[in-house]
């Protein structure tokens, strides 16, 4: 997922560690507790503890089996450990090598990979023994990985004030008009299993609170959901042509014309300019945000063609840039769980899947004005559907109470 100046070997974090240590904790004479204060030999040697003499090579492989919060309370341990696992490369390391399996990512979590790279002696000279001013200087990839990890996430961002909370309550109490997003990509049509198909006859997932109404033009129609039992919300699909087109072309793996856009041409650096169809323009003006579904099956996507999609619509009926877009990175169905490990190993398990910050970075979600998230999801199971929903009235003001 990263390109060659971002891949990062075990063998250069170690070889870090190790040069720290030699660095600034060669007296074994002195014991450096949490107070910073030196506590000196008055007789016999004092002895470091068990974890603290296991080789570097070994403590950093300890370090790989911790979970984020776990490593960060062995750093409140002592001096020692509070130094060694702020080291930048390390959490580089881990941010390189777990990204892949988040399975999900959004505008405020995306972590920052464009920083330049850290050397070795950087990363030592950032956690010289007592000093903090190397870390403010330097790209802090802790912090990157600890906004960034699923795990960490809700505890990184700031909770919301007191005032806010009891705000939200009283909201709550005024009925609110039912929140309406577009639904269109290619995810909808190229896979083997119908996510919408199975959002339909879902009740255990997404009750169907209500029968399609209209059609627009024999394009698209819509549906409303119940979430969570209380939260009505309606979500109209748009397709790019009618079923039998669709069908046809996925069985005969052929490309259809597309009727929601129009290609314009392109602009100065060669990418497509598209415009929405008028219908699609009119749904534009209507709707409080907008489902991607994203085919994140390996090998597939067009990247400069979806890029423009999207911004096409996000940027049509002069709506403004609040409207939240969530992006369902979907494949059909889960790769079982024998295969998985028969074709990956234990560590770093490659998935048949697109990963979630690799498909925000593929889709240009980055560069956008407006709230995003991508979230990993199975058409089959629906898995991570309902994250991704939960995510999506959120931002439209709905106030979720005791759900995810």
């Given at each position: 997922?990263?390109?060659?100046?971002q891949?990062?070997?075990?063998?250069?974090?170690?070889r870090s560690?190790r040069?720290?240590?030699?660095?600034?904790f060669?007296?074994?004479?002195?014991?450096?507790?949490?107070d910073?204060?030196?506590?000196e030999?008055?007789?016999?040697?004092?002895?470091p503890g068990?974890?603290?003499s296991l080789p570097?090579?070994?403590?950093?492989?300890?370090?790989?089996f911790?979970?984020?919060s776990?490593i960060?309370?062995?750093?409140?341990?002592?001096?020692?450990?509070?130094?060694?696992?702020?080291?930048?490369l390390l959490?580089?390391y881990f941010?390189?090598?777990?990204?892949?399996?988040w399975p999900?990512?959004?505008?405020?979590?995306?972590?920052?990979l464009?920083?330049?790279?850290i050397?070795?002696?950087?990363?030592?000279?950032?956690r010289e023994?007592?000093?903090?001013?190397g870390?403010e200087?330097?790209?802090?990839?802790?912090s990157?990985?600890l906004?960034?990890c699923p795990?960490?996430?809700?505890?990184?961002?700031?909770?919301?004030?007191?005032?806010e909370?009891?705000?939200s309550?009283?909201?709550s109490?005024?009925?609110?008009?039912?929140?309406?997003?577009?639904?269109?990509?290619p995810?909808?049509?190229?896979?083997?299993?119908?996510?919408v198909?199975?959002?339909?006859?879902a009740?255990?997932?997404?009750?169907?609170?209500?029968?399609?109404?209209?059609q627009?033009?024999?394009?698209?129609?819509?549906?409303?959901?119940?979430?969570?039992?209380?939260?009505?919300f309606?979500?109209?699909?748009?397709?790019?042509?009618?079923?039998?087109?669709?069908?046809?072309?996925?069985?005969?793996?052929q490309t259809?014309?597309?009727?929601?856009?129009?290609?314009?041409?392109?602009?100065?650096?060669g990418h497509?300019?598209?415009?929405?169809?008028?219908?699609?323009?009119?749904?534009?003006?209507?709707?409080?945000?907008?489902?991607?579904?994203?085919?994140a099956?390996?090998g597939?996507g067009?990247?400069?063609?979806e890029?423009?999609?999207?911004?096409a619509?996000?940027?049509?009926g002069?709506?403004?840039?609040?409207?939240?877009?969530?992006?369902?990175?979907c494949?059909?169905?889960e790769?079982?769980?024998?295969?998985?490990?028969?074709?990956?190993?234990?560590?770093?398990?490659?998935?048949?899947?697109?990963?979630?910050?690799?498909?925000a970075?593929?889709?240009?979600?980055?560069?956008?004005?407006?709230?995003?998230?991508?979230?990993?999801?199975?058409?089959e199971?629906?898995?991570?559907?309902l994250?991704?929903?939960?995510?999506?009235l959120r931002?439209?003001?709905v106030?979720?109470?005791?759900?995810?």
């Amino acid at each position: 997922m990263a390109g060659k100046s971002q891949q990062l070997n075990e063998s250069v974090v170690i070889r870090s560690l190790r040069r720290f240590r030699d660095r600034y904790f060669t007296n074994r004479g002195t014991v450096l507790r949490d107070d910073s204060k030196p506590v000196e030999d008055s007789g016999e040697e004092p002895q470091p503890g068990f974890l603290d003499s296991l080789p570097v090579d070994v403590q950093f492989q300890i370090m790989t089996f911790l979970s984020p919060s776990d490593i960060c309370r062995l750093g409140a341990t002592s001096q020692y450990w509070r130094a060694m696992v702020r080291d930048p490369l390390l959490w580089r390391y881990f941010l390189l090598r777990d990204m892949p399996n988040w399975p999900s990512i959004d505008h405020l979590s995306m972590p920052q990979l464009d920083a330049p790279l850290i050397s070795e002696d950087e990363s030592v000279d950032d956690r010289e023994e007592g000093e903090d001013r190397g870390m403010e200087s330097k790209f802090d990839y802790m912090s990157e990985y600890l906004k960034g990890c699923p795990s960490c996430r809700q505890r990184w961002l700031p909770s919301r004030p007191a005032y806010e909370v009891v705000t939200s309550f009283l909201q709550s109490l005024v009925p609110s008009t039912e929140p309406r997003y577009a639904m269109f990509g290619p995810g909808m049509e190229q896979l083997d299993v119908s996510l919408v198909t199975r959002l339909m006859h879902a009740p255990d997932v997404l009750p169907v609170s209500g029968t399609p109404h209209r059609q627009i033009n024999g394009i698209g129609s819509g549906i409303s959901y119940l979430f969570n039992n209380q939260h009505k919300f309606n979500i109209l699909t748009l397709y790019s042509t009618n079923r039998a087109e669709r069908e046809r072309a996925r069985v005969q793996q052929q490309t259809i014309s597309n009727k929601l856009f129009t290609l314009e041409g392109k602009d100065d650096s060669g990418h497509p300019i598209y415009s929405p169809a008028p219908q699609v323009q009119q749904v534009c003006q209507v709707v409080d945000g907008f489902i991607y579904v994203a085919n994140a099956e390996p090998g597939k996507g067009e990247e400069e063609s979806e890029v423009a999609q999207i911004r096409a619509v996000l940027s049509s009926g002069g709506g403004t840039a609040s409207r939240p877009l969530l992006v369902l990175s979907c494949v059909s169905r889960e790769e079982s769980e024998a295969t998985t490990l028969q074709a990956t190993p234990r560590r770093n398990r490659a998935r048949c899947r697109t990963p979630c910050v690799d498909m925000a970075k593929r889709l240009g979600l980055p560069q956008l004005a407006n709230p995003w998230m991508v979230q990993d999801t199975v058409a089959e199971s629906l898995s991570g559907l309902l994250e991704g929903i939960s995510w999506l009235l959120r931002c439209s003001g709905v106030k979720l109470y005791g759900s995810m």
